[in-house]
């Protein structure tokens, strides 16, 4: 895994296992993979990866069951979308309506660009 400058490493653990969840690469209810697997694999500290764990965590994503691991909640994919578009819409929705005005771009130039990205990334 790549990991951008900012934001935090530990945040982008949390984005990476919340993109599986949402991908259904990681079925609701199914056991996370071990700290220090997903530690050993993404080549970071363990306690980055249990500072991303604790943040799902707070966020009700994930649940700890001690002595078996963490585990993803049955309504985590809710919680992401919710928590998602919420943050989508503050940070990165300003920014891009900004870039289409001063480039005059209308919204429906994008639509054909837009089904044809979706059916390249993630209709295989």
Not at 15 to 24: F, G, R
Request: hydrophobic share 45%; aromatic share 12%; with cysteine.
């Amino acid at each position: 895994m790549e990991f951008k400058e900012n934001p935090a490493i530990y945040i982008q653990i949390a984005e990476y296992v919340c993109e599986q969840i949402l991908l259904k690469k990681w079925a609701l209810g199914d056991r996370l993979i071990s700290i220090r697997e997903l530690a050993a694999q993404i080549q970071v500290n363990p306690n980055t990866v249990q500072r991303s764990y604790d943040l799902l965590q707070q966020q009700n994503i994930i649940s700890n069951k001690r002595g078996i691991g963490y585990f993803i909640e049955a309504d985590a994919m809710e919680r992401i979308l919710d928590f998602k578009r919420e943050q989508f819409i503050e940070n990165e929705l300003p920014v891009f309506f900004r870039n289409l005005f001063l480039l005059k771009i209308d919204l429906k130039e994008l639509k054909p660009m837009f089904d044809k990205f979706v059916q390249e990334h993630f209709k295989k």
